[in-house]
Structure formats: C-alpha cells, structure tokens
C-alpha cells in the first residue's frame, strides 16, 4: 500500500543534543513538508521541498535542518538551537508545485519530547 | 497567502448533520478550498476539496458561496467517530513551489 511512514513514533531526547526524524513516503510524491504541532494549535510549516536536493524555509524554520536527497525521503534534524523542541512533529508530501487540486497526504506523527 | 477564520469548536449531537463554516474573504482566483480533520495524536486526513462548485463524496458536502467568499462543510450524519478537528484551508502557491496554511481549525464535539 502507498503512504508516508513516519519514525519513530515517540521520541525522548535530552537537551543539547540533535535529533533526526525520518520521513520516508512510496507515492512518488515530488513535494514533501514538514510541519510542527503545539498543544491546542494548528499546524506551522518548518520546511518544505519541491524536488530532490532543494528545500525551501517555511515560517519556523530556526533551529531546524532537512536533506532532499532521495525523491522518498525527507529527514528533519532538530538541533540543540531549538529552544523549545517537545512538540507534535507531522510529514506530508503532494503530488507536485503550484496551484492545482492535489491533496496532501500526512504521516502519522512524530512525539518528540526533550527530558 | 489567502487566511481562513473558523469557529474554535461546534457541538454537534449524533446522526445530525455537522455544519461547519469558514471564512475565506481574500481568497483568489486560482485558490481551492481544502478541508481536512485531525483525530487526537494522528495525522490530518483529507476530507473534501473545491474550486467554484458544490462538491459531494462519500465523507461530506461542500458548499461554496457564489462569492466563494466563505464555505461549509456538511457532515450529514455524525457519528462519535467523527469528534476531531476540522481545518478548513486554502491552497497557496507561487511560481516556486505550494505551502499549505492551517489554522487552529475548528475542534467538534460529536455527542450521544
């Protein structure tokens, strides 16, 4: 079956150090995104990408990285210049860019939580 | 980028119809109309999406005022499962690529 995979999907981390999400989708998606997740609160875009080896910020993007070097993955790094990391952590890919209908379709999340 | 305005939550008593509005005053030409819900600690899933026409599946109802200043989403027959949060968006682009703006979205509370 197609879908976007997410791992792991609790994570605890002590503070000062990074993290990697993994974010791995077999829909032959070209555009995936990440987002951020914070009690009672919608959805922040962190970083998104288009096409392999290009990633654009989104409207968080500090203390956050990502990799675009397959077209099915699109790991996020939290680094330890995050300063408030513990939060819900969602992945999406789409079928391209620019306007038009297609849906997004999401992973199921990521907990991250620094102890 | 246009925005949306939603209800913060709805009650909604089962078997009845869920309608939930949004408001999307600057939206544009080219922008459609999505809406997606998000059960407790899962990711979104995709309900409905629409341009200028009403648009109908097998999850919902979407209307879309002729304006298409503003939209519903009709649930026809609620059901417990369908307690969640509902985010009500428009698509957004440019010649570079496609961000996806959500709100905090409005949370219904399907009751017995």
């Known amino acids: 079956d197609g879908g976007i995979t997410q791992s792991p999907k609790y994570l605890f981390r002590k503070e000062g150090q990074n993290v990697t999400l993994s974010c791995e989708q077999n829909l032959n998606h070209d555009a995936m995104y990440w987002y951020r997740q914070d009690p009672g609160q919608g959805l922040r875009l962190i970083y998104y990408s288009q096409i392999v080896n290009d990633f654009q910020k989104g409207d968080i993007a500090e203390g956050y990285s990502v990799s675009r070097e397959k077209k099915e993955s699109f790991p996020l790094t939290v680094t330890s210049a995050q300063k408030n990391p513990t939060a819900f952590y969602l992945c999406?890919?789409?079928?391209?860019?620019?306007?038009?209908?297609?849906?997004?379709?999401f992973g199921q999340g990521t907990r991250l939580t620094v102890v | 980028d246009a925005k949306t305005t939603q209800p913060p939550s709805m009650d909604c008593a089962e078997g009845r119809a869920a309608n939930l509005p949004c408001n999307h005053s600057t939206i544009s030409g080219n922008e459609y109309v999505y809406w997606y819900r998000q059960i407790h600690s899962q990711g979104p899933q995709y309900i409905i999406h629409?341009?200028?026409n009403n648009e109908t599946n097998e999850m919902a109802s979407l209307i879309i005022t002729e304006d298409r200043k503003s939209s519903t989403l009709i649930l026809p027959h609620a059901t417990l499962r369908d307690t969640a949060v509902y985010y009500c968006?428009?698509?957004?682009?440019?010649?570079?690529?496609?961000?996806?703006?959500f709100g905090a979205g409005t949370r219904l509370f399907v009751k017995a």
């Open positions: 968006i428009v698509r957004v682009g440019n010649t570079g690529g496609f961000k996806t703006i």
């Open positions: 629409g341009l200028k």
């Open positions: 999406a890919s789409t079928l391209g860019t620019g306007y038009g209908s297609t849906e997004a379709f």
